[in-house]
């Protein structure tokens, strides 16, 4: 009788605390993504997926790529020998090209010696000198982790911007606004060892700040913005378009007081640059260093943008075309998207990060790609029009695919088609 009633209670199926165990999980969940401030949830999401999804695929390209006759070309084996000494994982190089080694050897070159190198603004390398030490001394990590870090404060800054100039009127703007900005058709040099990230981070935050009215953080913000690339000081023009704005576009004597107390840390953006053109003069002195540098190095000089623009498009160069075209079409897009008055500050700084780089003569070409990044009102434009029904699926549909085929060109055979 004993071995019958444990037997039959063997038989009897116990109580399944699975569910129980699945619901506390599920609610330990929803109680930790709680914690987290609303956008930051979403853009570590979309971080993490981003660089999982671009690290695959360039894996995935260079290994399909292995032994294909003529590839890397003769001209860019000297940059796959300096990613192999870099790592030699190939999902941590491939994200290294070309002025990544520049902005490397400047992050290792000693601040007690004469300072002989003026070709690049110190920001990006300066910022990962600080940070080489907490990774064993390896200075080109150090910059990858500045840009990713970068990378993620760009998002953040870019939910919040898109979410308030969109008008806020729909809960998805400011999601779209950073997946439209992660679409452009090179933004995976976003997640690369190269100042793209820093820049647009740092500009995403002046004009968040200015939209703010927090005028003294925006200039301490353009301060760095002006020492991260050229460009930044000339942003100075469209961020002074939003004070503007915020007073009604009032231009009388009365007014000025008004913007001098208000804007006068406006200052401080264009300081930002003086600061390198001091340090050049303290090396060198030669304050126009950078600028003697840009010239000798790579045959750059100011030129019309709009004769270089008109060059390529009507020469025989297909690749220097294309570029140009697609130059072209950003500055459409924001020509049509941001004509609305109140939009004119994002207009005039996108045909400002445009139109500069175009100044610097046809070696620009090679890296128009690039510099077109720092364009990111084209994306809150591009999120904008996404509201129609059944736009944003092929919008992001075709983005992806001419981001997918810049990506696989990039890696496996024409770098310099963008970089």
């Not at 500045?146 to 729909?170: H, K, T």
């Not at 647009?200 to 009215?213: G, H, I, P, S």
Request: contains cysteine; hydrophobic residues 55%.
């Amino acid at each position: 009788m004993a071995d019958e009633r444990r037997a039959g209670t063997a038989d009897v199926p116990g109580p399944d605390l699975r569910p129980s165990a699945r619901a506390r999980l599920a609610s330990a969940g929803r109680r930790l993504a709680g914690r987290i401030p609303a956008p930051w949830g979403f853009v570590l999401a979309v971080f993490v997926g981003s660089k999982i999804v671009l690290s695959l695929v360039g894996v995935l390209v260079l290994t399909a790529w292995d032994g294909v006759p003529g590839a890397p070309p003769a001209d860019e084996t000297m940059m796959r020998v300096q990613q192999d000494r870099i790592s030699s994982h190939r999902w941590v190089s491939l994200w290294f090209a070309w002025d990544s080694f520049l902005y490397d050897h400047l992050a290792r070159l000693p601040l007690d010696r004469p300072w002989k190198d003026f070709g690049f603004p110190l920001l990006y390398p300066f910022l990962a000198r600080p940070v080489a030490p907490l990774l064993g001394g390896h200075t080109a990590w150090a910059l990858l982790l500045v840009a990713n870090v970068a990378l993620l404060f760009q998002l953040w800054f870019a939910y919040r911007l898109g979410a308030r100039l969109l008008g806020d009127e729909d809960p998805g703007d400011g999601r779209r606004a950073v997946r439209y900005l992660l679409l452009l058709p090179t933004a995976f040099l976003f997640q690369a060892a190269l100042t793209e990230s820093l820049f647009v981070c740092l500009a995403l935050a002046a004009f968040w700040y200015a939209e703010q009215r927090r005028w003294l953080v925006v200039g301490i913000v353009g301060y760095f913005l002006a020492m991260s690339r050229s460009v930044g000081f000339v942003v100075v023009i469209p961020l002074a378009l939003v004070l503007l704005r915020q007073h009604g576009w009032r231009l009388n004597p009365g007014s000025l007081p008004r913007y001098v107390r208000e804007g006068w840390p406006l200052l401080l953006v264009p300081a930002g640059w003086l600061t390198f053109m001091a340090f050049c003069r303290w090396q060198s002195g030669d304050w126009f260093a950078y600028q003697h540098a840009q010239e000798k190095g790579w045959g750059i000089k100011v030129q019309n943008p709009l004769g270089v623009a008109g060059s390529a498009l009507v020469g025989d160069n297909s690749a220097n075309a294309l570029r140009v075209w697609i130059a072209v079409a950003m500055l459409a897009v924001a020509a049509v998207g941001l004509r609305r008055r109140a939009d004119w500050p994002y207009l005039v700084y996108t045909v400002i990060v445009v139109l500069v780089p175009l100044s610097m003569g046809p070696p620009v070409y090679k890296s128009l790609l690039r510099y077109l990044l720092a364009a990111f009102p084209v994306a809150l434009v591009l999120a904008r029009w996404a509201r129609r029904p059944g736009l944003d699926g092929w919008l992001t549909a075709g983005l992806a695919l001419l981001q997918g085929a810049l990506f696989a060109v990039w890696l496996t055979y024409w770098t310099h088609l963008i970089i």
